[in-house]
C-alpha cells in the first residue's frame, strides 16, 4: 500500500486566497484525521471522520477552515479566507477500528503532511 | 480536563547512553498508551503500544513501562545512536488523539 496521500506537498498563497488540502487515506482504514502542527502548539487534532461521517470537529479553529470526505477514499480541508496565522504543517491520518477490540493496535498512519505558508 | 504531559521539551544525551523520555497523565485512567516518533519533515510514525495490564513492552533497543500508580509511561532507548534523535510524541486524552508537541530528543556523537 501506498501509505496516506496528501497534497499539495508545499502551498504558498496569500492571505484572503482560499486553500484546499487534498487526503487519500490508506484502503480499508474507516477513520480520517486532519491535524495541524506548529512549533508553539505541537500537533493539534483538527477534525475526525469515521466511515465518511464528521465525528468531532470542536477542533477546527473557526468558520474559516472546513473539511469534507465525499468518499472512503478522499477527503478535503479548506481554508477561506486563509490568513498569515494558518501557516503550519496540515497532516491526514488514517486508522482502522479505534480502541482495543482485538490485537489491533489503534495506530494513525499519517501521510508526510502538506506546508502551507500564507503570506 | 483529561491531560497528557510529556516532562521536557528537548533531551540530549551522548551516544551509547541510555535515553528515558516521559509521560504523565492526569483526570483519567488510559486503558493503553502509545508512542510515536517523528523526523524533520515527516509526519509522526507509530513505534509500541503498552496496555494497562502490562507492566513492560519491548522492541528491539525500544522499551516502554507503564506505571498506573504513578500514572506514567515511560520510554527508554538503550545504547543510543545518533539515528535515533527525532521527536518522541505521546498521545493521550479521549482515543489517544491528542499528540501535544513532544519530546525532541538529540544524541551526540
Known amino acids: 500500500d501506498a501509505g496516506v496521500i496528501q497534497s499539495p506537498r508545499h502551498e504558498v498563497t496569500e492571505m484572503g486566497q482560499e486553500v484546499t488540502l487534498r487526503c487519500k487515506p490508506i484502503?480499508?482504514?474507516?477513520?480520517l484525521f486532519w491535524y495541524r502542527q506548529t512549533m508553539m502548539r505541537g500537533l493539534e487534532l483538527l477534525i475526525y471522520?469515521?466511515?465518511?461521517?464528521?465525528?468531532?470537529d470542536s477542533g477546527m479553529p473557526e468558520d474559516r477552515f472546513s473539511a469534507k470526505m465525499p468518499n472512503a477514499s478522499f477527503s478535503t480541508l479548506k481554508i477561506q479566507p486563509s490568513e498569515p496565522r494558518d501557516s503550519a504543517v496540515y497532516f491526514c491520518?488514517?486508522?482502522?477500528?479505534?480502541?482495543?477490540?482485538?490485537?489491533?493496535?489503534?495506530?494513525?498512519?499519517f501521510g508526510e503532511g502538506s506546508r502551507l505558508t500564507v503570506l | 480536563s483529561q491531560k497528557i504531559e510529556q516532562n521536557s521539551e528537548a533531551l540530549n544525551i551522548q551516544e551509547g547512553k541510555t535515553a528515558t523520555l516521559t509521560c504523565n497523565y492526569t483526570?483519567?485512567?488510559?486503558?493503553?498508551l502509545q508512542w510515536y516518533r517523528q523526523d524533520p519533515g515527516r509526519g509522526p510514525v507509530f513505534l509500541l503500544l503498552?496496555?494497562?495490564?502490562?507492566k513492560e513492552k519491548r522492541k528491539e533497543r525500544l522499551k516502554v513501562t507503564f506505571d498506573t500508580t504513578l500514572k506514567q509511561s515511560l520510554f527508554h532507548i538503550t545504547a543510543s545512536q545518533p539515528a535515533d534523535s527525532a521527536t518522541y510524541l505521546c498521545?493521550?486524552?479521549?482515543?489517544?488523539?491528542?499528540f501535544g508537541t513532544g519530546t525532541r530528543l538529540t544524541v551526540i556523537p
Open positions: 491520518a488514517s486508522s482502522s477500528i479505534r480502541g482495543l477490540a482485538g490485537t489491533t493496535t489503534g495506530e494513525l498512519f
Open positions: 484502503s480499508g482504514h474507516d477513520y
Open positions: 471522520f469515521n466511515n465518511n461521517v464528521p465525528i468531532d
Open positions: 483526570n483519567y485512567s488510559p486503558a493503553y
Open positions: 503498552i496496555r494497562e495490564n502490562e
Open positions: 498521545p493521550g486524552g479521549a482515543n489517544n488523539l491528542f
